[in-house]
């Protein structure tokens, strides 16, 4: 089922939450985007600082691509590949803590790349994710 259709985050243009092809998904990149359009993990002081919580923003991630697998039938252990983007690599340390509580060394292939920008300042992480399809 698409994200439009289940009521979920929407993609941000015309393209699906999850592609299958032969006997993958393609899942586009996600964010801590929620449904009201802001994003989890950033808040801003009463003097204006931004800060960004790159665990708190990777843990939403995850748990909507928990949600995307499992409402096409998939599972968060069919996971074999994981991009991470990152706009800081100073929050590297901290994304991995975070990623090492949902995957184990024998997990999913992963690489990160460091990236200048993505599509709302307040996101600091975004992953891009393919799985093993359901038979
Ligand atoms: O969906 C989001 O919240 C952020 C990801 C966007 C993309 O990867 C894209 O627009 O291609």
């Known amino acids: 089922m698409s994200a439009a259709a289940s009521g979920a985050v929407k993609p941000l243009a ?10 993958l998904l393609f899942l586009s990149g ?5 449904a009201d359009g802001t994003i989890a993990g950033a808040a801003r002081a009463s003097d204006g600082a931004e800060t960004h919580d790159v ?14 697998l499992a409402r096409n039938g998939g599972s968060f252990g069919d996971i074999v590949d994981v991009t991470v983007f990152l706009t800081d690599m ?5 994304m991995n803590d975070e990623y090492n509580m949902w995957f184990a060394v ?17 996101m600091v992480v975004e992953l891009k994710v393919v799985a093993r399809a359901p038979a």
């Open 14 to 23: 015309n393209y699906p939450d999850l592609k299958r092809e032969g006997g």
């Open 30 to 34: 996600m964010s801590a985007r929620q």
């Open 55 to 68: 665990a708190e923003q990777l843990r939403v991630i995850l748990r909507k691509v928990g949600e995307t």
């Open 90 to 94: 100073r929050h590297y340390r901290a």
């Open 106 to 122: 024998d997990g999913p292939a992963r690489t990160t790349v460091g990236v200048n920008e993505l599509p709302h300042p307040d």
